[in-house]
Structures are given as structure tokens and as C-alpha cells.
């Protein structure tokens, strides 16, 4: 009786080990750039211009660039994260498979995925020293922004980290956005590759 105990026992914390693992290994591959990436066929010049930002991004020196998950995700809880990852996965992908890409409006898209899709737990998992105040900083114009951003907290007037850092984690976004969106022919075959062939 006491070998079958065991067993049972032994055999749960094995299975349970598996789970827990694999469950980590899914939620770390699902946040890296190839996977998000392919979910995200339509913007992936945008997933590019992250990947050549030189602060936020993959061509950070230091090698410190931040993935998909760590800006576009929460980090206030992890049942939090797993929800709004596998909702947005699902959205996305619905999105990917159902709509038209020609007909998005991905300059207004990009207001949308800032006020939406970029969140404060996000920043400060990284930057959370920046919003305590300290003496030695007190004089900063930029820390006395920074405690505004305390100050205003939980209030009607409340501030995300994206009302200032607009254009933070994409290098250029903007200027691929208007170039992809306003794209002009440089040669008459362009041209009817464009406005013919595309319409067919």
C-alpha cells in the first residue's frame, strides 16, 4: 500500500513538474519576436522597426532590447499577463486570418496600440527606480515630471508612461507607417504592380 502511495505521489509532482514547465516554455516562446511576428503578418515592418530601435529594441548595444510581451503585455500580475496575452493572441490572429490589410488605417492604429496596448506595469518592471524620488535628484527637470506621475496617480488626472514617451521602442515608426501607407511607384512597372496586378 505504502509503494502505491508513493508512486501516485511521486508520479503527480512529476506531471505537475512537466505542466508547470512546459507552460513556462510556451509563455516564453510565444513571447519572442519569430512568434509574435507571425501572428502579426501585417505589421511586421512594425516588429522590424522595434528590432532596429538602439535603446528599447534589438539593436541595443548592450544587448538589454526589450521583446514584444515586455511593453505590450501587463506585468501587475501573472494571471493578469496570461489573460491579456491569450486574448490578444486570439484577436490577432482572427484579425490576421479574417480582415483586409489594405483598409486598416495604421496611422490612427498606432494611437489605438499606445493607449491600449502599452501598459505603465510594463515600463516600470524595467524602469521602476525612475518614479522614486530621491535628493540627489530632486533638481531634475526630468524627475520633477516623475513626480508628477506620482502625484497624479489613482486621480481623474492620472498619466500613462506613453503620454510623454510616445515614440518609445520603434525606431521610426511614424516615417515607415506614412512611407508604407502613401507608398509611391519609382518606376511605371511599380506602378502597375501597385494599382493593377493588386487589384485583380
Same mark, same amino acid.
Given at each position: ?12 509532482? &512529476? ?30 515592418? &512594425? ?22 510581451? +515586455? ?18 493572441? &486570439? ?8 480582415? +483586409?490589410?489594405?483598409?486598416? +488605417? ?22 521602476? +527606480? ?71
Amino acid at each position: 500500500m505504502k509503494n502505491k502511495i508513493f508512486t501516485v505521489i511521486a508520479l503527480s509532482v &512529476i506531471a505537475t513538474l512537466a505542466v508547470v514547465f512546459s507552460g513556462y516554455k510556451i509563455v516564453q516562446v510565444t513571447g519572442e519576436f519569430p512568434f509574435c511576428g507571425s501572428w502579426h503578418e501585417w505589421d511586421g515592418a &512594425i516588429a522590424q522597426t522595434n528590432l532596429a530601435d538602439p535603446i528599447q529594441g534589438g539593436s541595443n548595444p548592450k544587448g538589454l532590447g526589450a521583446k514584444c510581451t +515586455d511593453c505590450h503585455l501587463p506585468h501587475d500580475s501573472l494571471v493578469g499577463y496570461i489573460f491579456a496575452k491569450a486574448k490578444n493572441g &486570439i484577436a490577432e490572429g482572427f484579425t490576421t486570418l479574417t480582415g +483586409d490589410p489594405s483598409k486598416k +488605417d495604421w496611422i490612427a492604429n498606432r494611437e489605438h496600440a499606445r493607449k491600449n496596448y502599452t501598459f505603465d506595469s510594463s515600463c516600470l518592471k524595467c524602469h521602476a +527606480d525612475i518614479i522614486k524620488g530621491s535628493e540627489a535628484n530632486a533638481t531634475r527637470e526630468i524627475s520633477k515630471m516623475h513626480a508628477k506621475y506620482n502625484e497624479f496617480k489613482n486621480t481623474s488626472e492620472a498619466m500613462k508612461c506613453t503620454d510623454c514617451h510616445k515614440y518609445v521602442g520603434h525606431k521610426e515608426l511614424g516615417k515607415m507607417l506614412i512611407e508604407q501607407k502613401h507608398k509611391t511607384a519609382a518606376s511605371w512597372d511599380e506602378w502597375i504592380k501597385m494599382n493593377v496586378e493588386g487589384k485583380k
